[in-house]
């Protein structure tokens, strides 16, 4: 009863949330309010019994982005102009509404046929996750099933998937830049900076 | 007593939002996004007992970590604009300039 409750409640204030970081103009203001979307969707995975989504939603949505976002703004810093007012209308408003409707109504289609939360007669139950189950443990030695897909049974795969990660990270660091070499003209002696 | 326990919670969750939302000046949103972050993890810690789960404990202990991250990295962008200069090269950069 009060889980329904509580997830009612979390789900209005994403709602909320949405319409607010819509219709927001100041980019701080709505910097942080992603950060409390995040927040938000991961008390619901927690409140759906999805623990560890939520670990990852939690320390992505709200810990990395916001920094990366913030990062971001430091570096736009005094340039946010409002590009929309000039921005040419090529369509007319109603258009883009009509294929969100569209759109959300084939998702809704396509939900129908999805089984149950945790029906256990749901394919992703009855396929290869029985195998796991029994032969993990004598297979890898390693005590949590996770685990042992994700680091046995898939390590090529998760090798793969860590160099992407690892990559990205890199290549993101480089664009927003760390200690910068100071500028030229600071310099003492400006003849020989010109020079060379 | 959980439930209204978890009631309370939720309420004070709305009030910050509230001020998240309408906050004149940017630290009203940086303490009431620091306040959602630290009811979210009382919320967890709730739930926790509410279904007798410890294991969320955890994650309500990650999350005061990473709450206490984006508050600073937000007000490190508040206050000096950027993130990687430290102070001592500021300092280092006001002794300079005199020359």
């Given at each position: 009863m009060i889980d329904i409750f509580i997830n009612v409640t979390l789900l209005a204030f994403l709602?909320?949330?949405s319409v607010a970081i819509v219709r927001m103009t100041n980019l701080f203001a709505i910097v942080m309010l992603y950060g409390i979307f995040s927040l938000l969707s991961a008390g619901l995975f927690v409140v759906m019994d999805a623990p560890d989504v939520a670990f990852t939603e939690a320390a992505v949505g709200a810990g990395i982005s916001t920094v990366l976002m913030l990062a971001t703004l430091a570096l736009i810093r005094n340039q946010q102009k409002p590009y929309y007012a000039e921005a040419p209308q090529a369509h007319r408003p109603w258009l883009p509404l009509i294929v969100v409707a569209i759109t959300g109504a084939a998702l809704v289609y396509g939900t129908w046929d999805i089984p149950g939360f945790g029906d256990p007669n749901a394919p992703a139950q009855t396929h290869v996750a029985r195998y796991y189950i029994e032969n993990a443990l004598p297979e890898t030695g390693v005590p949590n099933i996770v685990t042992a897909v994700?680091?046995?049974?898939?390590?090529f795969d998760t090798l793969g998937e860590v160099t992407v990660v690892f990559t990205a990270a890199v290549a993101v660091l480089l664009l927003i830049g760390g200690r910068r070499p100071k500028p030229a003209v600071k310099l003492k002696d400006k003849g020989e900076q010109d020079e060379a | 007593m959980f439930i209204a326990a978890s009631l309370a919670i939720l309420i004070t969750m709305g009030l910050a939002l509230?001020?998240?939302?309408?906050?004149?000046?940017?630290?009203?949103?940086?303490?009431?996004?620091?306040?959602?972050?630290?009811?979210?993890v009382l919320l967890i810690a709730v739930l926790a007992f509410l279904s007798d789960r410890n294991d969320l404990l955890d994650i309500a202990l990650v999350y005061a970590l990473i709450n206490f991250i984006g508050v600073v990295a937000a007000l490190k962008l508040v206050t000096q604009g950027d993130f990687y200069s430290s102070d001592r090269d500021k300092r280092e950069a006001e002794k300079e300039e005199p020359e």
């Open positions: 709602a909320i949330t994700l680091a046995s049974y898939r390590g | 509230a001020r998240a939302l309408a906050g004149p000046t940017t630290y009203d949103r940086i303490a009431a996004v620091n306040m959602f972050g630290t009811k979210t």
